[in-house]
Structures are given as C-alpha cells and as structure tokens.
C-alpha cells in the first residue's frame, strides 16, 4: 500500500468516525430537547402525541380548582387563547392566578395539557423571557406598558427594577 492510499484510508476513517460521533449526539440531543409553545402556537401547530413539551402563559383568573388529593386543574392563557392543564403534586408557593407560569408535560388526546412540572414566577420582577415573548405576540403585552404581574413599564422581562431612592 502507498503512502498517498494510506493516507486516504485513514482520512475515510476519520471521516467516518466524526460523522458517527456526530449522529449519536444528534440523536441523544433530540430525545431531550423540549420546545416552548405558548397557547396560540399550539393551536397553529399542535406538537406530534406524546411529545415533551413546554407551555407557558399566564394563569387565567378564576381558573384554578383544586380536586381530591394534589390534583390541580387551571388554565394557561396568552391573552389570545386558553389551554386547560391539569397537574398532580404539590406547586410553587409563587403559583397564583394571573402570575406568568411555565409548565412542561404532554398533550393529551383530549386537548388537556398534563404537567409534570410546573415553574411559577420567581419573584415580583421576573417573568420567563418565553413568556413574555408569547404575550408579546398575542398583543396581550406592549413594549411601555407594565408587564402583566408587576414589573413596571418599559422594563424588559426579567430585568430588575430600579431602586426606590429617598
């Protein structure tokens, strides 16, 4: 064998070697990734069943009933459409009604979205910047006008808000 033929075959090799490290991490990579849609995205395009996903908005007011046991029922909406999300287990002591919310599970066959995890809003000033993205687009929110859930106007979601001086 010829040097210049070795070096080909070392170079296929490699070649073929990176392309199989390449495809195994795309793989893994796709079996974890989990998508954020806001209420009016699912209703565009409803994710394949079964499929991880993301969902977040506000909690609509008057939503919220608690059933026997840990089991919770609300509403997420985007100021343009609701979807119903029932939840199992304990939730954020910041959950309440009209606060942003992220909550990740599946799509049921029934149009209820079942969470496995719910994340509320972490303090006065923070919003999940999905979150206010997708009220953004939904015209629920403008840019100057205060943040549904606190934050004051022309503050970006999750900035902080400036110091009350005396």
């Known amino acids: 064998m010829t ?3 070795r070096r080909l075959w070392i170079l296929l090799l490699c070649a073929l070697g ?6 195994l991490v795309l793989t893994a990579l796709d079996d974890h990734l989990v998508f954020f849609f806001s209420p009016s995205d699912l209703a565009e395009r409803p994710p394949p069943p079964e499929r991880l996903f ?3 908005g506000l909690v609509e007011t008057g939503s919220v009933e608690r059933a026997e046991g840990s089991t919770v029922r609300f509403r997420v909406t985007d100021g343009a459409k609701t979807l119903p999300v029932t939840f199992q287990g304990l939730l954020p002591d910041l959950f309440r ?3 942003g919310v992220v909550a990740q599970g599946r799509l049921g066959p ?5 969470a496995t995890e719910v994340l509320a809003r972490h303090d006065e000033t923070y919003m ?3 979150v206010a993205d997708a009220l953004r687009r ?3 929110w403008k840019p100057g006008d205060p943040l549904p859930g606190g934050a004051p106007s022309g ?11 005396s």
């Open 3 to 5: 040097r210049k033929r």
């Open 18 to 23: 990176l392309g199989s490290a390449t495809a």
């Open 54 to 56: 993301r969902v977040g």
């Open 97 to 99: 009604e009209g606060q």
């Open 110 to 114: 029934d149009g209820v979205f079942r």
């Open 128 to 130: 999940p910047p999905e």
């Open 138 to 140: 939904a015209g629920h």
């Open 155 to 165: 503050t970006p979601a999750g900035a902080p808000r400036p110091a009350s001086g």
